[in-house]
T-cell receptor, first 109, second 115 residues
Framework: GQNIDQPTEMTATEGAIVQINCTYQ??????LFWYQQHAGEAPTFLSY??LDGLEEKGRFSSFLSRSKGYSYLLLKELQMKDSASYLC??????????WGAGTKLIIKP | ETGVTQTPRHLVMGMTNKKSLKCEQH?????MYWYKQSAKKPLELMFV???????ENNSVPSRFSPECPNSSHLFLHLHTLQPEDSALYLC??????????????FGDGTRLSIL
């Protein structure tokens, strides 16, 4: 079956760095997405990786290893507004998104 | 970004009621999606439309009936729902289906509560 695993909840301190991991098992693979979702709001697109390596976008970076079925989202210089759920989703061979349950990130002062 | 608009934001209904959820996208996209989001569970894809044609129906009960009159509008008609249908219903759109790097853009969702 197809499956995405990510931690349920993480806590970090304002100004610090946090890494949210995601492992995936899909029928075929056409890339991996990360979304941010604040409580009561729409998920918003953060990043897309299809090739191995690190993609940096400001304070956020995303990494992919296709051979290991693994990705992570790295958040630097954490701010209180980064408190949100982070959703990992893999695109399978039919271009259907397979979603993880999300990681709730709590930022403490 | 308010590219995808959903109404109503909140809906409370009894099990015998009929109601409809509405979604409108202003992004010129050709694909639209309905998802169900329950607490601590992955997003569940319900329906997919591409150029107004339904391409996916992921074993959704018939008490949920989608309608896509044009590429900008998507409806979800609800009838005789069950308490377990209480959830956040999200609409999304994307430029197309079948290209990897086109993200889906989501609305804020309709929070549905079944009494």
């Amino acid at each position: 079956g197809q499956n995405i695993d990510q931690p349920t909840e993480m806590t970090a301190t304002e100004g610090a760095i946090v890494q949210i991991n995601c492992t995936y098992q899909t029928s075929g693979f056409n890339g991996l997405f990360w979304y941010q979702q604040h409580a009561g709001e729409a998920p918003t697109f953060l990043s897309y990786n299809v090739l191995d390596g690190l993609e940096e976008k400001g304070r956020f970076s995303s990494f992919l290893s296709r051979s290991k079925g693994y990705s992570y989202l790295l958040l630097k210089e954490l701010q209180m507004k980064d408190s949100a759920s982070y959703l990992c989703a893999a695109l399978d061979s039919n271009y259907q998104l397979i979603w993880g349950a999300g990681t709730k990130l709590i930022i403490k002062p | 970004e308010t590219g995808v608009t959903q109404t109503p934001r909140h809906l409370v209904m009894g099990m015998t009621n009929k109601k409809s959820l509405k979604c409108e996208q202003h992004l010129g996209h050709n694909a639209m999606y309905w998802y169900k989001q329950s607490a601590k569970k992955p997003l569940e894809l319900m329906f997919v439309y591409n150029f107004k044609e339904q391409t996916e129906n992921n074993s959704v009960p018939s008490r949920f009936s989608p309608e896509c009159p044009n590429s900008s509008h998507l409806f979800l008609h609800l009838h005789t729902l069950q308490p377990e249908d209480s959830a956040l219903y999200l609409c999304a759109s994307s430029q197309s289906i079948g290209t990897g790097d086109q993200p889906q853009h989501f609305g804020d969702g309709t929070r549905l509560s079944i009494l």
